[in-house]
């Protein structure tokens, strides 16, 4: 079994993956405004800030590595200069997606019945 669980984005000739696991949702949400994901993602418009955290946290995830935060910004820069601001965001978006945090889940609980 393959799980789909990142997306792709290709940023000046290289190919990355963007995932966001768990441990990467925590460290992201850390260094969001608000502290809160799904509060801002839901939110729009977002900081670039904000959306530069999510970027890097993504990136990360899918098993990139910065040797600093210079070097994370400089290849969200150079993102953000091809595809534009919201296709990165998009993509962003799709590996938020792809975690399942935006899901239902696999086991649905069936609603209390009133007694």
Known sequence: MVLDNYCEIE???KKYKMCLRNRCIFAA???LAN???LE???NM???YQDMFALFKWALIGGGAKF???DEAFELYAKAVEEYGSVTVFAKVYIAIQK???LSNGTKKVKAA???
């Open 11 to 13: 940023i000046a000739g």
């Open 29 to 31: 949400e850390a260094e």
């Open 35 to 37: 502290g809160n994901l």
């Open 40 to 42: 801002t993602v839901t």
């Open 45 to 47: 418009p977002l900081s």
């Open 67 to 69: 040797a600093d935060e």
């Open 99 to 101: 975690s399942g945090l």
């Open 113 to 115: 019945s009133k007694a």
